[in-house]
């Protein structure tokens, strides 16, 4: 095990409605990255936090949002759901950026379905 | 463009086989970092291996090994002596210093290992 928890596992959504997907990052990490995996590919980088703040966002739209907290935790909101954000969103900590011995490890993931 | 490609989508070998799962990248940047990820069904991506781009030496843990050639770009991985719990999908990532140590996946290689 990893150590990164997620929370939902499985959340239903309906289009239009908003959601917030928890992350509890590896003890002694301060940064998060969250990753979209759609079915059958690689997951796509969404934005990494680290100390509280967005460090590097990859190309999804502004209603992809994120917190990072004091405990390093983080969250994902999506708003204005859309079918195509249907997904399995995986969140990884790291330790802090340029580290040298920089290691990505994933949670489990929250798979989102929108219908 | 694609930074990883995987050009196998799915791989099918009989338990006790060999299986060698391919992995070329793109950069431009002299540093940079790459990985191999374990994912089954459970949805977890789980860390195999890291190599940073100035050591091409190959590398072995038990039934794992890794050819890194800097000269074709390419990451490749062999499974020696395949066993059913090696079944899984298979990804390859890239990361680079200079984009905050994102990291950039390949869309995977799935394996299925046959009793």
């Known amino acids: 095990e990893t150590g990164v928890t997620q929370s939902p596992t499985h959340l239903i959504k309906t289009r239009g409605q908003q959601v917030t997907l928890r992350c509890s990052s590896q003890?002694?990490?301060?940064?998060v990255s969250w990753y979209q995996q759609a079915l059958g590919q690689g997951p796509q980088f969404i934005f990494q936090?680290?100390?509280?703040?967005?460090?590097g966002r990859g190309n999804f739209p502004p209603r992809f949002s994120g917190l990072q907290f004091p405990n390093y935790s983080s969250e994902l909101n999506v708003n204005a759901l859309e079918l195509d954000d249907s997904a399995l969103y995986l969140c990884a900590s790291s330790l802090y950026p340029g580290a040298r011995n920089n290691i990505q490890y994933f949670g489990a993931g929250t798979r989102l379905s929108v219908l | 463009a694609q930074k990883v490609t995987q050009a196998q989508t799915e791989i099918s070998v009989v338990e006790k086989e060999d299986v060698t799962l391919d992995c070329v990248y793109e950069?431009?940047?002299?540093?940079?970092?790459l990985f191999w990820y374990k994912q089954p069904p459970s949805g977890e991506l789980v860390f195999l291996i890291r190599?940073?781009?100035?050591?091409?030496q190959n590398e072995i843990s038990g039934r794992y090994s890794w050819n890194f050639q800097k000269s074709t770009s390419s990451f490749n991985f062999t499974i020696t002596a395949s066993q059913v719990v090696d079944s899984a999908v298979y990804f390859c990532a890239l990361s680079e210093p200079n984009t905050g140590n994102q990291f950039y996946f390949g869309t995977g290689t799935s394996l299925t290992v046959i009793p």
């Open positions: 003890s002694g990490h301060n940064t």
């Open positions: 190599r940073n781009s100035f050591d091409e």
């Open positions: 950069t431009r940047d002299t540093t940079y970092y």
């Open positions: 936090y680290y100390r509280e703040e967005e460090n």
